[in-house]
């Protein structure tokens, strides 16, 4: 009889802890799940002004020729090859550098753009991204200022072009070779900045051209003072 009394009283009481269960969870907030579980950007400007210095730049003039820096604190994950395809071994793709256009490449096989959103800076038509724990970051810097710098030239890039091919001695090559050839030379002939890349890496190497000779440094710096603008 007892314990039917004391099995009574629950059943009396149990409502009342619901209800108290209830306003309880209306005057406490719910613990912020995404906050805890987000992945902060390693993209950061602490420390860009002090390496921009260091070549000869500042980001205030580099802004106001529509050009961003950012540093990430290590090789900067891209999803997918330049060409779509995305490597079956690893998932993941890495670089050093970035110089990214204010446009949308081609997306990846898997319908991805290449690049994240957070990549593009609003309002700027070339987006430097540069590898900051790098030892070569310098060098990979200044190559990528490079590749903003000749985009930069407008309808005076095929002037440049043209000029640049006679110097080095070219007849033909396609875009991308031109493209890094220029940047590589950027990075050697006007900073004194090389990445000294391993063989299979090295722009010179792939595409079959010489590094830049001291004679040929001075032609590049005079043609790039020209077009670039600094």
């Not at 550098?97 to 309002?123: H, K």
């Amino acid at each position: 009889m007892e314990k039917m009394l004391h099995i009574a009283r629950f059943m009396m009481i149990a409502p009342l802890f619901v209800v108290l269960a209830l306003l309880m969870s209306l005057i406490l907030p719910a613990p912020d799940i995404r906050s805890a579980n987000a992945i902060e950007s390693p993209l950061t400007t602490k420390g860009v002004d002090a390496d921009l210095e260091s070549i000869g730049y500042n980001s205030t003039t580099l802004a106001a020729k529509s050009i961003s820096v950012k540093a990430y604190s290590g090789p900067i994950p891209k999803h997918c090859l330049s060409n779509g395809t995305i490597p079956s071994e690893s998932n993941i793709v890495t670089v050093q550098g970035l110089a990214i256009r204010n446009v949308r490449y081609t997306p990846c096989e898997d319908g991805q753009q290449p690049l994240p959103d957070s990549y593009y800076s609003d309002g700027f038509e070339c987006s430097v991204i540069y590898n900051s724990s790098s030892d070569k970051k310098l060098a990979i810097l200044s190559h990528e200022i490079g590749h903003c710098m000749h985009r930069g030239t407008g309808s005076s890039q095929k002037d440049f072009d043209k000029q640049y091919m006679i110097l080095r001695g070219i007849t033909t090559i396609d875009k991308r070779a031109l493209s890094e050839l220029i940047a590589d030379d950027f990075m050697i002939c006007k900073h004194g900045l090389d990445t000294d890349w391993p063989e299979l890496m090295n722009y010179y190497n792939e595409f079959g051209v010489s590094p830049p000779t001291t004679d040929f440094c001075a032609g590049y710096t005079s043609l790039a003072d020209q077009y670039f603008s600094y």
